[in-house]
DNA sequence: GTGATGTCAAGAGCGGTGCTCTCGATTCAG
DNA sequence: CTGAATCGAGAGCACCGCTCTTGACATCAC
């Protein structure tokens, strides 16, 4: 889609390429609370309210910023899936769980946007969902194959799921078509919990004074979850 | 301290514990972002630049704010864990997870502020670190009961923390005064990470349309990662 | 080619923010 | 009782998101 449209359409499109690029850079250093929608205009060389012109609003510019950053985070993660021996999936479930930790040191406002307090006022429009799964649609197919190929050996007994979550891990199961039995999934979700609870420790300074050894404690803490949902390390 | 000083230094206690009460309440409605000193003056009845006599800065309020959101979640953790049975190690992890989820649920914009994405340009001072670590105290105590009575079964084999971990350990024992195995430390982490990891994606919007049942859910949760650490629920 | 249409940057302006400074009034300590 | 410390009030600075209007410009149909 890089030559469509007429001479305006096109100018209109690299302008908004441009402003979602600033709006990142300010973002990384002056926080989501930080970022300007003046102070974008005001780097390009335009006047505070042409910007207008192509982001509506500040949420909307917002919006842009989210989906683009679950695209990105959805990508690594997915490249690190591919890179991984598709048939050692402890060793996928560790490249993936590295992935999301590499990305989020490396764009830290961007994974606060994510995963980080709501931004006071703002609502997620729908649009965003859909790119918010792709890191959870990897972690699944791991766990599904595992599963598939016999390879799940969950450490030790573990209380069951209650029955009233029946519901939901049905819901799950259709949603990330998954073929899973409920107990899998709920430990699947501790491990997820655990994966993102670990990433926003190191990164929200939780672990200041605490943890020097960032990534082999890392590794770590990953290993022991996926073999708390089975996987071998 | 309620009758101390003179008549001028009490008056000035009673207005800065106004002060943060407005602002507490401003911060449950408006998020840390949108605390305002202006409307915080104005909803006293005072003007904005009287506040600065009480708080130098914007950061100076939020400091006490975050201080006070500390020691509050650690008040209810210590309640939780003294209301439990002392030898039901299991059923003490469990009631101090829920408090922790309890406070979250009922003051989520101060949960957001000590367990959320750090408010741009604002540095923590030391001081709220000896309130920050009441709750781990509480947690660590519990572990380290259940692991002197005998009464921690770490479910299966789980692969040994890597020995350069060793320094982070060893200081975590001293800090805490605990007397565990490396092992179990990082297993207590990953529970530790798992729980508030657990109730920030509640909090803060990843369980929305995938977890429904979101108390029975969290309890599970919170068995398994306490059947992580060897505790039997 | 020319006129209608749509798009654009620019500027002024509104109400809001954190923060600083000054100026009287009040209160306290010696 | 007096000098010093503290206080509330107000004006002001630079910034913010956002709205509205105006005039210039490019595009497209006829």
Known sequence: MSAGGTARERVRAELIRE???????????AGATGLSLRAV???MGMVSSAIYRYFPSRDDLLTALIIDGYNAVGEAVERADAQ?????????WLAVCRAVREWALTHPHEYALLYGSPVPGYKAPEDTVSAAVRDTV????????????GALDPAGPCPPAPPSLAGDMARARTALSMDLPGDVIT???????GLYGTVSFELFGQFNNVIEERAAYFDHTMTLLGRLVGLEP
Do not use: C, M, N, S
């Open 41 to 43: 205009a005001r780097e």
């Open 19 to 29: 402003i979602t690029e600033i709006a990142r850079r300010q973002l990384a250093t």
């Open 187 to 193: 430990r699947a979700f501790t491990a997820w919990a």
């Open 84 to 92: 991984a021996a598709a048939g050692d999936f402890g060793g996928r």
């Open 138 to 149: 990897v972690l699944t197919r791991i766990i599904t194959e595992a599963h598939a190929a």
